[in-house]
């Protein structure tokens, strides 16, 4: 008898208590799963609700199960339920409810419920399948979906206006677009990064500085902010804090070409020649990136500041090869020479693709042009204005300020404003401000009093820009673009061409600007032609067919996107 119970003992403590709870079912409902064996993972499924009804996972395994056996119908009743009844949040459900619909070949509502999902899900966890989906339905309804937005990408659309305005120059509006994004969406980081190189842009760097030491908060990790904040660190020369952030990344590999050539760039500005060097030869590797001559020429200057001289002639003449328009890499090759045969002392280089603002002024002189639209618009040279005005030393300020009375536009009316609020400005300086901005504002005053007929006896009409308008170079920009894509022989072809370049020039009036660079515009023109025609075609491609530059062909090619929104039409 005591042997029968000791038995018995010892079979008990070798039992392995079940727990049967959620997780339980859930674990048993996924190895059903796996075997394909539908009607089992359901009823555990169902067995794991009973135990968890408030758990929202739940239902929606349950809701997957059915849908996965063909039940569409009672799939979309369990995911309702969810929603009503359960977690409101749960905005995937009507992600999961469109595809049920789709599935019954209920179109019209598969439609209601992923804009539904598009619109009041945050996460976009199904974002590129919901796409895929607008697409089907596209064709299944014969018409666009109606979508007022994406919640998940909610500020992509402004970002990406802010980043062009950026890339334009329009610093101080790029200004007041990021502040707007970063406060409706505070967790937008690459938002928060643009915002402080905009502040730095215009030199407002203490608030450059905050901004980076936000993104910094929030991801302590992200390299554009660490790159941006130790460039701050060096222009306040604050080696207790640049040291240490900048042995950290010394020692950083970025993988990504993006965070590469940022940090490169970086390296470069801070004085460490040999790393920057290092990274830009990676990136000439990359037969996405190879052919920008901006490259060529942060190759060249690192190579030149770290004693590599034949490296650095190297790399100038080819940017001058696939640059030939552009005046900076001549200068610097020259100025390399000039150091070499010891005619000048070691010149310093900068990281930045333009010339040197002195150098800007002394060609602008000797130009019967003077300032163009074109270098107007030059980003680049733009910022190096601002960056003079705020850092360079009062001749080279008043230089700027006189230059800005030929540009006057809205960027430069803010800029000036501005600087008229600086405590610590020279009243000099103030006053070359304040008369500038008298001017730009009396012009103005003229414009407007010329269109509302104030003080003027005859009205001031806007007419529609006639044919007339255009001079000789217009038909020659079509011209030679039929002549050079071969559509002598398709008509319907050679109007589509004289069409988009006359919406161009119409949209354009009466800013329409001057048509001197007969090449620049028909490769330009030819690009989005063959665009629009879906030929398969890169600025590289159309640069080497006009003897250009693919710069100069992506410059001339964004203006027409400016007017024409050629990218929203190509997708």
């Known amino acids: 008898m005591n042997e029968d119970k000791q038995r018995a003992k010892v079979l008990y403590n070798k039992i392995i208590p079940v727990h049967l709870d959620a997780n339980f079912f859930f674990e048993r409902a996924v190895r059903s799963l796996d075997r394909n064996h539908y009607d089992k993972a359901l009823r555990y499924f169902g067995k794991a609700v009973e135990y968890e009804p408030d758990n929202p996972v739940n239902h ?158 929030q991801d302590p990790g992200n390299l554009h902010g660490l790159c941006n904040l130790a460039i701050f660190y060096q222009h306040e020369n604050d080696m207790t804090q640049l040291l240490p952030l900048l042995h950290m990344l010394s020692v950083t590999v970025p993988f990504h070409q993006e ?49 590599r001289y034949v490296d650095a002639e190297r790399y100038w003449r080819y940017a001058i090869k696939i640059d ?69 030393d009062t001749a080279t300020k008043l230089q700027v300020i006189q230059s800005f009375a030929l540009i006057a536009d809205e960027e430069v009316k803010k800029v000036l404003e501005a600087l008229l609020q600086e405590s610590d400005e020279d009243e000099v300086i103030k006053e070359a401000a304040m008369l500038v901005l008298q001017g730009i504002n009396e012009e103005a005053l003229i414009d407007d009093s010329l269109s509302m007929g104030e003080g003027i006896p005859s009205l001031h009409i806007v007419r529609e820009p006639s044919s007339e308008d255009w001079d000789d170079s217009s038909s020659t920009v079509v011209d030679r673009t039929l002549e050079m894509m071969d559509y002598a022989g398709d008509l319907a072809q050679q109007q589509d061409v004289q069409s988009l370049w006359t919406e161009f020039l119409h949209k354009s009036y009466p800013d329409t600007p001057e048509l001197r660079h007969t090449e620049a515009w028909s490769a330009a023109l030819e690009y989005w032609a063959s665009k629009m025609m879906g030929q398969p075609t890169t600025y590289q491609k159309v640069a080497e067919r006009y003897g250009l530059s693919a710069s100069t062909v992506s410059r001339y090619a964004r203006r027409m996107d400016s007017v024409c929104h050629m990218k929203d039409r190509n997708g």
């Open 324 to 392: 030939p328009e552009s005046n900076v890499p001549k200068y610097y090759l020259s100025q390399l020479q000039q150091f070499q045969e010891g005619l000048t002392k070691q010149p310093k280089i900068s990281y930045h693709y333009h010339l040197p603002f002195e150098e800007q002024l002394k060609q602008w002189d000797q130009d019967d042009e003077g300032i163009t639209d074109e270098i107007i618009q030059n980003p680049l040279i733009r910022s190096s204005f601002f960056w003079a005005l705020r850092h360079g």
């Open 259 to 307: 965070h590469l050539f940022k940090l490169a760039t970086t390296m470069g500005i801070l004085g460490q020649h040999e790393q920057a060097y290092r990274h830009f030869r990676r990136l000439l590797k990359d037969e996405e990136l190879n052919w920008d001559p901006s490259l060529y020429h942060y190759s060249a200057t690192a190579a030149f500041n770290c004693g």
């Open 60 to 217: 929606c395994n349950v809701a997957g199960v059915m849908s996965e056996m063909g039940d569409y119908a009672g799939s979309n009743i369990v995911l309702s339920q969810v929603i009503e009844n359960i977690d409101p949040n749960m905005t995937e459900c009507y992600f999961y409810m469109a595809n049920n619909f789709a599935n019954m070949e209920k179109f019209e509502e598969a439609e209601k419920a992923i804009v539904t999902y598009l619109e009041e899900d945050g996460v976009g966890q199904f974002l590129e399948e919901a796409e895929e989906m607008m697409d089907l339905l596209l064709y299944e309804l014969d018409r666009p979906t109606k979508l007022t937005r994406i919640k998940s990408r909610e500020g992509m659309v402004e970002h990406e206006h802010a980043r062009t305005l950026l890339e334009e120059g329009k610093f101080a509006q790029a200004v007041d677009l990021l502040e707007k994004i970063v406060v409706s969406n505070s967790d937008f980081l690459a938002a928060r990064n643009n915002l402080a190189l905009a502040y730095y842009y215009v030199g407002l760097f203490e608030k450059a500085k905050i901004t980076i030491q936000e993104v910094l908060e």
